[in-house]
C-alpha cells in the first residue's frame, strides 16, 4: 500500500524552466493537496483539489497550476521557474472536508 | 482567519526529560486540532488528534487535549527518547463544509534529544 507517491524526490532547475512534480494516490481519497515547506515558515497550501475537475488555491499559489484530471493523480507545475521557489514541496491526500491528511515524502527542488 | 502559534525552538532535552510543546490557535468556530510529526528526510506523520473541546490525543507515549478555554492543544511526553528527536507540527482544520479544505500549520519545533 504505496499511499501517496511523490516524483522526482529530487531536482535541480535553471531560472525559468518548467517542470512537473507528480503525485499519485492510491487510496481513493477525494481531497489532495501540494504544500512547501520553507525553513521557519511551516508548511503553506498551493493548491488544493476535493475531487476530479475541481482544483482552487491556496495560501500562495503564485508561479504554480494544477489540474485534477482523476481521482489518483494532481500535478503540479512550474511554468518558469524562479529562485524564490526553490523549496520542499509535499502532496497531501485526506479522506474529507474536516479530516487530517496524510503526506507523501517529498520533492526537494533547487532552483538556480 | 484561521492560524496556529507554536513554540520556537530548537528544544534540546535529556533523555528520559518532560517535554511541552505548546500550541495555541485562532479559528472561527470548532476547529480539528492535529499534532504531526517529521523525521530527518522524511514527509509528515500524524502523531495525534481531537475533534472537539476537552478531547484527549494519545499516541506512542504522546499527549495533547484540546482546551477551548484557552485555544491550546499542547504536545506533552513524560519520558522522551532519542528516536523522539524529529521537527514537531501543530496543525488545525476548520469544519467548512463540503468544496473547501484549509489544513493550517504552525511553523514547527524542532526536538533534539540527548542521550
Known amino acids: 500500500n504505496a499511499g501517496v507517491t511523490q516524483t522526482p524526490k529530487f531536482q535541480v532547475l535553471k531560472t525559468g524552466q518548467s517542470m512537473t512534480l507528480q503525485c499519485a494516490q492510491d487510496?481513493?481519497?477525494?481531497?489532495m493537496s501540494w504544500y512547501r515547506q520553507d525553513p521557519g515558515m511551516g508548511l503553506r497550501l498551493i493548491h488544493y483539489s476535493v475531487g476530479a475537475g475541481i482544483t482552487d488555491q491556496g495560501e500562495v499559489p503564485n508561479g504554480y497550476n494544477v489540474s485534477r484530471s482523476t481521482t489518483e493523480d494532481f500535478p503540479l507545475r512550474l511554468l518558469s521557474a524562479a529562485p524564490s521557489q526553490t523549496s520542499v514541496y509535499f502532496c497531501?491526500?485526506?479522506?474529507?472536508?474536516?479530516?487530517?491528511?496524510?503526506f507523501g515524502q517529498g520533492t526537494r527542488l533547487t532552483v538556480v | 482567519g484561521n492560524s496556529v502559534t507554536q513554540m520556537e525552538g530548537p528544544v534540546t532535552l535529556s533523555e528520559e526529560a518532560f517535554l511541552t510543546i505548546n500550541c495555541t490557535y485562532t479559528?472561527?468556530?470548532?476547529?480539528?486540532l492535529f499534532w504531526y510529526v517529521q523525521y530527518p528526510g522524511e514527509g509528515l506523520q500524524l502523531l495525534l488528534k481531537a475533534t472537539k473541546a476537552d478531547d484527549k490525543g494519545s499516541n506512542k507515549g504522546f499527549e495533547a487535549t484540546y482546551r477551548k478555554e484557552t485555544t491550546s492543544f499542547h504536545l506533552e511526553k513524560g519520558s522522551v527518547q532519542v528516536s523522539d528527536s524529529a521537527v514537531y507540527f501543530c496543525?488545525?482544520?476548520?469544519?467548512?463544509?463540503?468544496?473547501?479544505?484549509?489544513?493550517?500549520f504552525g511553523k514547527g519545533t524542532k526536538l533534539s534529544v540527548i542521550p
Open positions: 479559528a472561527t468556530g470548532y476547529p480539528s
Open positions: 496543525a488545525l482544520i476548520f469544519h467548512s463544509g463540503a468544496g473547501s479544505y484549509q489544513l493550517t
Open positions: 487510496m481513493n481519497h477525494e481531497y
Open positions: 497531501a491526500i485526506s479522506p474529507g472536508a474536516n479530516t487530517e491528511a496524510f
